[in-house]
């Protein structure tokens, strides 16, 4: 079995234990703010929508806002002792909730909790970068991010079914989950990422510079059509939400499956191709969306969808892993994820804009418009300079 997978066997116990303390704290945070306090919060607290949406939002600013930091204290302090402090923050959260009555202490509550978590996603990929198998890099970050997503799906459709009839027995399973985490968690406490031998040849850290576009576009495009997906299924693709939900089924088991094969061939091949053209092909879907497709193009653009991000994926993570500095690795993967994160926060603004302003096919045309400013651009940069 160590023959197939993309990391070292030496720290590969702690590594997926990890990977499961990880995933648990994401499926119990948007258990909490997408599948419990849609119901709890008016029945229980007296609080409105307005006031537990903006607990969702000061929570994911205060997040991505600070993942250089917790990138930093993740590497300096200690992966494990972070972790903890994310699962105690969480925990406590949930402790306090039934006593949040007045929104400014459910905002409070998910500020701190967002803090904390700020150093799980830089910590956990420089950790799995740093114990990939040499040639494996692409693949072992793309597994990562694979192995930990699913959870969110799972604590949102789990304790959604379970908050709408029984709001405080939701909120019971997901103190019981985080108590879990919790444990998990402080088994792993003293565990530190392993810090590489220092290299003698000095970074050009302007390089940087040249990751910051792919870091926001790959979030800001998809965003700007994000909060009003099921409209425009509705009035443009005369799409009901289960046959939509089954295209977007369908189009990430192909991503998945495909993943084994994409990420093989970026780690042998190079990150370059995959990169660009994974970009170009998530424009080609975006523009074709725009123009009003059949049922049968739809199940066409979602298999190209689908090809387009499991080239991408193991593409950018090809490419980080083979060119971000060691040194600080955990604080400069923070920062770019802040800025992955800037791309989620402002694009349904700027997609609402225009949307009111061109009509609903703009936010399309724009995000393809994006994506191929994207590819362009990386395809001239690989080509006009030495990455090494």
Not at 86 to 115: E, I, K, R, S
Not at 283 to 295: H, Y
Request: no cysteine; aromatic share 14%; net charge positive.
């Amino acid at each position: 079995m160590f023959r197939y997978l993309p990391w070292a066997r030496e720290g590969l116990f702690v590594f997926l234990r990890l990977v499961l303390a990880v995933g648990l704290m994401e499926g119990v945070r948007s258990g909490y703010f997408a599948g419990l306090l849609p119901f709890y919060a008016p029945e229980h607290l007296g609080l409105g929508p307005a006031a537990f949406t903006l607990a969702f939002t000061f929570h994911q600013l205060s997040e991505n806002l600070s993942k250089t930091f917790g990138g930093l204290l993740a590497e300096r302090v200690g992966f494990g002792k972070t972790v903890s402090l994310a699962a105690f923050a969480g925990f406590l959260t949930l402790l306090l909730t039934p006593m949040a009555h007045a929104a400014w202490l459910l905002w409070v509550l998910a500020v701190l909790w967002g803090l904390s978590m700020s150093t799980l996603y830089p910590g956990l990929m420089t950790l799995a970068s740093r114990i990939a198998v040499p040639g494996r890099e692409a693949r072992a970050l793309s597994f990562t991010l694979t192995l930990v997503m699913p959870w969110v799906g799972i604590g949102l459709v789990g304790v959604g079914q379970v908050a709408q009839k029984e709001p405080e027995a939701a909120l019971t399973l997901l103190m019981v989950a985080q108590g879990v985490v919790l444990l998990l968690a402080l088994s792993l406490f003293p565990f530190r990422i392993p810090i590489p031998k220092a290299v003698r040849e000095p970074y050009p850290y302007k390089r940087l510079l040249f990751f910051l576009p792919a870091a926001f576009g790959q979030t800001f495009a998809p965003a700007l059509v994000s909060l009003f997906i099921l409209r425009l299924a509705k009035e443009e693709l005369a799409l009901e939400p289960i046959a939509l939900g089954g295209l977007l089924l369908l189009g990430g088991a192909l991503a998945l499956g495909l993943l084994p094969l994409t990420g093989r061939q970026v780690d042998r091949k190079g990150y370059r191709f995959a990169l660009v053209g994974g970009l170009f092909l998530l424009g080609v879907v975006m523009v074709w969306l725009a123009f009003t497709p059949s049922f049968m193009e739809l199940i066409l653009l979602v298999l190209l969808a689908g090809v387009g991000y499991s080239l991408f994926l193991p593409g950018w993570n090809g490419f980080l892993a083979k060119n971000l500095p060691q040194e600080n690795r955990a604080a400069i993967w923070g920062g770019l994820m802040t800025v992955e994160g800037l791309g989620i926060a402002l694009g349904p603004a700027v997609g609402g804009l225009l949307w009111e302003a061109f009509g609903l096919r703009a936010p399309l045309l724009t995000g393809s418009a994006v994506f191929f400013l994207l590819s362009l651009f990386y395809a001239v940069l690989f080509w006009r300079m030495r990455w090494s």
